[in-house]
């Protein structure tokens, strides 16, 4: 069974940190792109950064210098280190597999093929 179970969401005040885990079950990541991706009420669902094959990493504007993505290949996880974190970073966050490498640039939702459920993070001001 294939399945991405994101966790480690919470409440937060702004200007602090979470780190939210992707673990993977069913499917192998570290050959494909992985992606962060978030979702606020009423907005559509957003590209945050994805990994690729080859350790490169791409962020969107809005998170650059203060979000980073890594993985661990030996619990196949994958991971969002978010810091400096404001309000409009109230979101459901998701991550999510590719069926096919990075290759350059933030990849749009639809090139993903694998959703993990999401787990709901909330700054408060």
């Known amino acids: 069974q294939v399945k991405l179970v994101e966790s480690g969401g919470g409440s937060v005040q702004s200007g602090g940190s979470l780190t939210l885990s992707c673990e993977a079950s069913g499917l192998t990541y570290n050959s494909y792109c992985m992606g962060w991706f978030r979702q606020a009420p009423g907005k559509e669902r957003e590209g945050i950064g994805n990994?690729?094959?080859?350790?490169?990493?791409e962020y969107a504007d809005s998170v650059k210098g203060r979000f980073a993505i890594a993985q661990d290949n030996t619990k196949n996880a994958l991971y969002l280190q978010m810091n400096s974190l404001k309000p409009e970073n109230t979101a459901i966050y998701y991550c999510?597999?590719?069926?096919?490498?990075?290759?350059?640039?933030?990849?749009?939702?639809?090139?993903?093929?694998?959703w993990g459920q999401g787990t709901q993070v909330t700054v408060s001001s």
């Open positions: 999510a597999r590719a069926s096919a490498s990075c290759r350059s640039g933030l990849r749009p939702a639809k090139e993903y093929e694998y």
């Open positions: 990994l690729d094959p080859d350790g490169t990493t």
